[in-house]
């Protein structure tokens, strides 16, 4: 792929595109900007990797408007535009070559129950199954040892990976990716406690319903609701390890990391973006782009749109990290107190 052709490529997303050194370099791939080779394709968007710009030797890096090229033209090329980052990331799609998980077709040893109905062009891997009633969309793939239990919809263009379980009645949208590991449908946590001390299971009614364009990562589970529905937004970016409890409602386009355990009846809004380890207490809800800074604890509801929490319990970053910077002079107050403490004694004395 010639430089030229990728500002142009690039053009199509972006009002102003600069070129800078020569246009006719082939690219073959992408690559890291501190190992990048010769005839590779690299970025920066965060300033502290500008100090690789020195010693580089790929043949074109992608760069923002205000990054000066100057010195190192003649060696290397240079795109500028507005977001570095996102242009990069449209690249990697010219690059990226789709695995193959299944197929075409249905596999000899893939089991199929009765009432299925399969759209065009669907795949279908070895070992997998689809249990009664089951309706799966055009171009969909399901990759072998996978489990579709009784009356699962998925929509089309949708790939569910290898050794993935989704539990009757699950609604899976269109242009879904589940990586391999997950269990969506699996029964709520739910046990109502007994005079003598045991538990008596709560029968899981629900189903789990999954947005378009959602993606859910390896070993995350989602669980059916005990009534109703477990809501799974459009655009939503679950990553691995991720518990999602019965009831819950993740809002359009919220991102949440690995090992994040969300507890039943949780509501996150739009756009949130949860980060690692965040733990949930039940029945909350977090209002509209709401950011959690990773391994923070919520003990309650926030209703106010845009903030940023941090620390267990959370609270709003600045608050928080007040009573951090108090917490960390503890130490010196301490030694303070005691000197005072003397100091009142001897008065005493006097």
Same mark, same amino acid.
């Given at each position: 792929?010639?430089?030229?052709?990728?500002?142009?490529?690039?053009?199509?997303?972006?009002?102003?595109?600069?070129?800078?050194?020569?246009?006719?370099?082939?690219?073959?791939?992408?690559?890291?900007?501190?190992?990048?080779?010769?005839?590779?394709?690299?970025?920066?968007?965060?300033?502290?990797?500008?100090?690789?710009?020195?010693?580089?030797?790929?043949?074109?890096?992608?760069?923002?408007?205000?990054?000066?090229?100057?010195?190192?033209?003649?060696?290397?090329?240079?795109?500028?535009?507005?977001?570095?980052?996102?242009?990069?990331?449209?690249?990697?799609?010219?690059?990226?070559?789709?695995?193959?998980? &299944?197929?075409?077709?249905?596999?000899?040893?893939? #089991? %199929? =129950?009765?009432? /299925?109905?399969?759209?065009? *062009?669907?795949? $279908? !891997?070895?070992?997998?199954?689809?249990?009664?009633?089951?309706?799966?969309?055009?171009?969909?793939?399901?990759?072998?040892?996978?489990?579709?239990?009784?009356?699962?919809?998925?929509?089309?263009?949708?790939?569910?990976? &290898?050794?993935?379980?989704?539990?009757?009645?699950? #609604? %899976? =949208?269109?242009? /879904?990716?589940?990586?391999? *590991?997950?269990? $969506? !449908?699996?029964?709520?946590?739910?046990?109502?406690?007994?005079?003598?001390?045991?538990?008596?299971?709560?029968?899981?009614?629900?189903?789990?319903?999954?947005?378009?364009?959602?993606?859910?990562?390896?070993?995350?589970?989602?669980?059916?609701?005990?009534?109703?529905?477990? #809501? %799974? =937004?459009?655009? /939503?970016?679950?990553?691995?390890?991720?518990?999602?409890?019965?009831?819950?409602?993740?809002?359009?386009?919220?991102?949440?990391?690995?090992?994040?355990?969300?507890?039943?009846?949780?509501?996150?809004?739009?756009?949130?973006?949860?980060?690692?380890?965040?733990?949930?207490?039940?029945?909350?809800?977090?209002?509209?782009?709401?950011?959690?800074?990773?391994?923070?604890?919520?003990?309650?509801?926030?209703?106010?749109?845009?903030?940023?929490?941090?620390?267990?319990?959370?609270?709003?970053?600045?608050?928080?990290?007040?009573?951090?910077?108090?917490?960390?002079?503890?130490?010196?107050?301490?030694?303070?107190?005691?000197?005072?403490?003397?100091?009142?004694?001897?008065?005493?004395?006097?």
């Amino acid at each position: 792929m010639l430089i030229s052709e990728i500002r142009d490529y690039l053009g199509q997303f972006f009002g102003s595109v600069e070129l800078h050194g020569s246009s006719d370099g082939v690219i073959s791939g992408p690559g890291k900007i501190e190992t990048a080779q010769p005839g590779q394709v690299t970025f920066v968007s965060n300033e502290k990797y500008l100090r690789f710009l020195d010693g580089t030797e790929a043949s074109l890096v992608i760069v923002g408007q205000g990054v000066d090229v100057e010195a190192y033209l003649g060696r290397t090329s240079f795109i500028r535009v507005g977001d570095p980052y996102t242009a990069f990331m449209l690249l990697l799609q010219k690059f990226y070559k789709p695995r193959t998980i &299944a197929g075409p077709g249905i596999a000899a040893t893939a #089991v %199929i =129950g009765r009432d /299925v109905r399969l759209g065009i *062009g669907v795949s $279908i !891997g070895e070992y997998a199954v689809v249990g009664d009633g089951c309706s799966i969309g055009d171009n969909s793939v399901i990759g072998p040892h996978s489990v579709l239990l009784h009356d699962v919809a998925v929509g089309s263009g949708t790939v569910i990976n &290898a050794h993935v379980t989704c539990y009757d009645g699950t #609604v %899976i =949208g269109s242009r /879904v990716i589940i990586h391999s *590991g997950s269990v $969506i !449908g699996a029964d709520g946590f739910g046990f109502a406690p007994q005079e003598d001390g045991s538990y008596l299971k709560i029968p899981q009614l629900g189903i789990v319903e999954i947005g378009d364009d959602t993606e859910i990562g390896a070993n995350t589970t989602i669980d059916r609701a005990t009534m109703g529905s477990t #809501v %799974i =937004g459009k655009g /939503v970016k679950i990553d691995n390890l991720v518990q999602v409890a019965h009831n819950c409602r993740i809002g359009d386009h919220t991102v949440i990391a690995a090992q994040a355990g969300i507890s039943g009846s949780v509501i996150l809004g739009k756009c949130c973006m949860i980060g690692g380890q965040v733990g949930f207490a039940g029945h909350l809800e977090l209002a509209d782009r709401i950011q959690v800074a990773a391994k923070s604890g919520l003990s309650k509801s926030f209703p106010d749109a845009g903030i940023v929490l941090r620390g267990t319990p959370a609270q709003p970053m600045r608050e928080q990290l007040k009573q951090e910077a108090l917490v960390r002079s503890l130490g010196s107050m301490k030694e303070r107190l005691e000197k005072l403490e003397v100091v009142l004694s001897l008065m005493k004395q006097d």
